[in-house]
């Protein structure tokens, strides 16, 4: 499978179709936070402790009052604001760095597998990286927010929970999209299901890209550190080629950036267009 075709695929389930950009009228402005109504608000990035600088204001606020009906109106908002410039860059730089590395695939793949040590070193990368782990631990975190009443730790749990919840539903539409192979058993066997992106790679990378965005770098970068390790035990497991883990890391860091993008100045939602479809963006004042 090419990466032309795992690209296509993967903007097709973006929902990056052709833009059609309009003017926004005067009196619309962008929404202060993807769990809120509209409101003409402008809020800038807060300074914790040690002058980290946050891209989640102290001030923002998550729709968080009956649980599932919430987190469905969470999660349709970040899939509505997902389909913008940023995310396009990351998304060019990740298909780029996957086709770069493609070449190399096997080889490193060789080189990772067989070593006693990295057999031991790589064993908790399966689990730390599971979709079930990381959302029990974003679960458990939205729980002690709310039974103590701490509005910041639910509103990090529930982005937890979202960009877990999104990771898991657009890694899955991508693989069987591509439906590229994973690398062979010991045997010579055909592993069964299928490999591109990693689903490990890119539920690690956007818990931490959700971190990252809540408590400033120096919080994050043990999380980067350990999803790196995750995405590196993929590799060691023989379960995932190098340009799985690559699109993977960046697909997840496009999901986290989604969810906690609350300052918009713009923000984009689907419409049809005559012969097509394309991505109605509208700015903010």
Do not use: C
């Not at 950009?21 to 608000?41: D, G, R």
């Not at 760095?97 to 190399?104: C, D, F, T, V």
């Not at 890209?209 to 993929?234: I, N």
Request: glycine share 10%; net charge neutral; proline share 6%.
């Amino acid at each position: 499978m090419t990466h032309s075709k795992s690209v296509l695929a993967t903007l097709l389930v973006f929902g990056l179709f052709r833009a059609v950009p309009t003017a926004a009228q005067q009196s619309e402005t962008a929404p202060a936070s993807s769990l809120e109504a509209p409101q003409q608000q402008t809020t800038q990035p807060s300074q914790p402790e040690g002058g980290q600088q946050v891209a989640v204001p102290e001030g923002s606020k998550k729709e968080t009052r009956g649980f599932f009906g919430a987190l469905v109106h969470n999660l349709g908002d970040d899939l509505k604001h997902m389909p913008r410039l940023n995310s396009l860059y990351w998304l060019a730089a990740g298909s780029a760095g996957a086709a770069a590395i493609h070449p190399a695939d096997d080889s490193i793949n060789q080189h990772l597998v067989g070593s006693d040590f990295a057999d031991a070193f790589f064993v908790p990368g399966k689990v730390l990286g599971s979709t079930e782990f990381v959302l029990s631990a974003a679960f458990v975190t939205y729980i002690v927010g709310r039974r103590g009443e701490k509005e910041r730790v639910q509103h990090l749990g529930m982005d937890l929970i979202e960009a877990t919840l999104l990771s898991e539903g657009i890694t899955e539409a991508i693989k069987y999209s591509v439906r590229r192979q994973r690398p062979l058993n010991p045997d010579g066997s055909q592993q069964g299901t299928y490999s591109f992106p990693s689903g490990h790679a890119t539920v690690t990378f956007a818990a931490a890209t959700v971190l990252q965005q809540h408590l400033g770098w120096r919080a994050a970068v043990p999380t980067y550190l350990v999803a790196s390790y995750v995405a590196m035990s993929r590799l060691h497991d023989n379960r995932h080629w190098a340009s799985d883990v690559v699109f993977g890391s960046t697909d997840g860091i496009i999901i986290g950036r989604s969810v906690t993008w609350h300052g918009r100045n713009f923000y984009a939602m689907p419409t049809f267009v005559p012969h097509g479809a394309g991505v109605m963006v509208a700015f903010a004042p």
